[in-house]
């Protein structure tokens, strides 16, 4: 089965040597991994049968502050970022894009996607976005312009305080979880499910990605 499942990021044709380094393909594939990130994200939360955590805390925030959960999330993703700040941490174009493309197809998605009366339905809506959600993650990890604010602080955390990857994206989303749920965001058995098949989810794409191009120049 480990051959189904990548454990690390592939060296496709599209991978830039540098954060910044744009190209026209690059830019689609990165945008087109966003928008895909953002409809599976905007999918869970449309399922109203639990949020991914950070959707959580974006939900929350929405409705403490009466804006849109788009909003939310570009807000929280801002704040993320200055995050980085103590660290050193310095962000790409991919960074960048990551805030404002999300946010604005998280937005779309919940606005677009009727709530399903059928609970099959519902979790169809689950099981999609979780796949969603891996693939639109494999893409733009694979254009190396960058990490997204959360990726970056978890990593950042990881390398100052020498704590596992699995250990800090634990403490991270479990605090953030929490807080969202505080503040009102929705936790439900799409969270769970969210916990426990994304990083399959996006493993698999990466393995797909990979078999993709393998024969390809680099």
């Known amino acids: 089965m480990r051959r189904f499942f990548s454990h690390s990021i592939p060296n496709t044709p599209w991978r830039a040597s540098h ?50 959960i788009g909003w939310a999330t570009f807000l929280v993703s801002s704040a993320v970022l ?65 990490p997204g604010p959360r990726d970056g602080l978890m990593t950042a955390i990881h390398y100052s305080s020498g704590l596992s990857v699995a250990r800090v994206r634990a403490s991270i989303e479990g605090s953030v979880l929490a807080l969202g749920w505080f503040l009102g965001g929705r936790v439900g058995i799409g969270t769970l499910a969210f916990a426990l098949g994304i990083g399959a989810s996006i493993a698999l794409w990466l393995t797909l990605v990979r078999h993709l191009t393998r024969n390809t120049p680099q």
């Open 19 to 68: 954060q910044w380094q744009l190209s026209p393909s690059r830019s689609l594939i990165l945008t087109l991994g966003l928008i895909i990130f953002g409809v599976g994200d905007g999918l869970l939360i449309a399922s109203q049968l639990g949020n991914a955590p950070w959707s959580v805390l974006a939900q929350g925030l929405s409705l403490r502050l009466d804006i849109a």
């Open 82 to 146: 200055l995050l980085w700040i103590p660290f050193k941490q310095r962000p790409g174009v991919g960074t960048v894009a990551n805030i404002l493309v999300i946010a604005i197809a998280i937005d779309l998605t919940v606005a677009w996607t009727p709530v399903p009366e059928n609970l099959a339905l519902r979790i169809a809506l689950v099981l999609l976005g979780i796949a969603l959600v891996g693939a639109g993650s494999a893409l733009y990890l694979t254009c190396g312009l960058g």
